[in-house]
């Protein structure tokens, strides 16, 4: 069973409504919700082992929106043009995706394995995908993006079932 603390704060109290109506437990008037655990950083501090997850987050979701251009933004832009064009031009977006993509990579190794670096990328390539397909492409979003997306879910839980405590 996981540890955890109470923080005070004179703004996040429970409603007296709700501690009378029985929906909630009765907290000592210098409690306050939400109940986080123990080791949750507090103050905005970050642990250092949050550091390169965060840093390898954020460098996939740069490569992945360079990625996506690369792969994809030739059909509406460059559809006229002669196909060596387009490649030429998606080369060049691609040597950024790789500018960070490469560090995201090195960065993150060690932190995760290569599995859960695998399936991160998956994630944001989804939801980079998403917004690239609405607003980029002006396509219409289905309900095959949820379910691809529940499905890459499934995913990282079994990547990560062994790491996260449930």
Same mark, same amino acid.
């Given at each position: 069973? @996981?540890?955890?603390?109470?923080?005070?704060?004179?703004?996040?109290?429970?409603?007296?409504?709700?501690?009378?109506?029985?929906?909630?437990?009765?907290?000592?008037?210098?409690?306050?919700?939400?109940?986080?655990?123990?080791?949750?950083?507090?103050?905005?501090?970050?642990?250092?082992? @949050?550091?390169?997850?965060?840093?390898?987050?954020?460098?996939?979701?740069?490569?992945?929106?360079?990625?996506?251009?690369?792969?994809?933004?030739?059909?509406?832009?460059?559809?006229?043009?002669?196909?060596?064009?387009?490649?030429?031009?998606?080369?060049?977006?691609?040597?950024?995706?790789?500018?960070?993509?490469?560090?995201?990579?090195?960065?993150?190794?060690?932190?995760?394995?290569?599995?859960?670096?695998?399936?991160?990328?998956?994630?944001?390539?989804?939801?980079?995908?998403?917004?690239?397909?609405?607003?980029?492409?002006?396509?219409?979003?289905?309900?095959?993006?949820?379910?691809?997306?529940?499905?890459?879910?499934?995913?990282?839980?079994?990547?990560?079932?062994?790491?996260?405590?449930?």
């Amino acid at each position: 069973m @996981q540890a955890y603390s109470i923080h005070w704060s004179e703004t996040h109290r429970w409603p007296s409504t709700l501690r009378r109506s029985g929906r909630v437990p009765d907290l000592p008037s210098n409690e306050q919700w939400p109940i986080v655990p123990a080791d949750f950083p507090s103050g905005g501090s970050v642990s250092q082992q @949050q550091v390169p997850f965060m840093k390898t987050v954020s460098l996939l979701f740069l490569s992945n929106i360079f990625m996506t251009f690369a792969w994809y933004g030739h059909l509406r832009d460059l559809r006229q043009k002669p196909v060596w064009v387009a490649i030429l031009v998606s080369w060049g977006i691609a040597f950024f995706e790789y500018c960070f993509q490469v560090p995201a990579n090195r960065i993150g190794y060690g932190t995760l394995s290569l599995s859960q670096l695998k399936i991160i990328q998956e994630v944001i390539t989804m939801v980079v995908f998403v917004g690239f397909v609405h607003f980029y492409m002006k396509k219409s979003l289905t309900l095959d993006f949820l379910w691809a997306s529940i499905c890459i879910l499934g995913a990282v839980y079994f990547i990560f079932r062994k790491t996260i405590a449930i």
